[in-house]
């Protein structure tokens, strides 16, 4: 059964800072993985998905890697603003399950 | 179109009263999905249709009911529900069922039973 980590569960940082978020799976027959951000309360708003042969996407100041081998997915958020604040959930489409297998999530915020 | 669109965005319903949450969307997505999400959780898969057809119950309570009408409408109809069926209600839309496509989540139904 696949087993989702994210490390940190919480993370504080000022304004500007560069955010890292990790992400580990124990299976590494996936299909893809895609990051969320989830803001109090609401839905999940899909951030990046990279497929399971692609090492990185990349959009505006989001950047996603992944090692499919180590089973390692890394979120780098640039600059980050307060606007940033959010729970980062990652997700995984493995090879034998049609479910997402969800990560915990990490709780960030930025202070202004 | 790129959204998923989800009504009620709250609701407070008695143990005994029926109601029904509604999900849209337009991008031609044939799959749709409903998960619940506890407070502080990640969100769990309930139901998944494929092509209009359920194929995934994942042991879900009778109590929730879905259904799909059409290719861009999922409803989940709710009955005699208890406390613990709080929780947020998400919908979600993929191209197909098969691995490579991303999932599109709607903003979720807060669902309060009392």
């Known amino acids: 059964k696949q087993e989702v980590t994210q490390i940190p569960a919480a993370l504080s940082v000022p304004e500007g800072e560069n955010l890292v978020l990790n992400c580990s799976f124990t299976?590494?027959?996936?299909?893809?993985l895609q990051w969320f951000r989830q803001d109090p309360g609401k839905g999940l708003t899909s951030l990046l998905l990279i497929q399971s042969s692609q090492r990185e996407q990349t959009s505006g100041r989001l950047n996603a890697s992944l090692d499919k081998s180590s089973g390692r997915s890394t979120l780098y958020i640039a600059a980050s603003q307060p606007g940033d604040s959010a729970t980062y959930l990652c997700?995984?489409?493995?090879?034998?399950?049609?479910?997402?297998?969800f990560g915990a999530g990490t709780t960030v915020t930025v202070r202004a | 179109d790129t959204e998923v669109t989800q009504t009620p965005k709250h609701l407070v319903m008695g143990m005994t009263n029926k109601k029904s949450l509604k999900c849209e969307q337009h991008m031609g997505h044939r799959a749709m999905y409903w998960y619940k999400q506890k407070a502080k959780k990640p969100p769990e898969l309930m139901f998944v249709y494929s092509y209009e057809k359920l194929s995934i119950n994942e042991s879900v309570p009778s109590r929730f009911s879905p259904e799909c009408p059409n290719s861009s409408l999922l409803n989940l109809h709710l009955h005699a529900l208890q406390p613990e069926d709080s929780a947020l209600y998400l919908c979600?839309?993929?191209?197909?069922?098969?691995?490579?496509?991303?999932?599109?989540f709607g903003s979720g139904t807060r669902l309060t039973v009392v």
């Open positions: 299976d590494s027959a996936i299909y893809n």
């Open positions: 997700a995984v489409r493995d090879s034998n399950d049609y479910k997402l297998s």
């Open positions: 979600a839309s993929s191209q197909a069922t098969g691995h490579n496509y991303g999932y599109t």
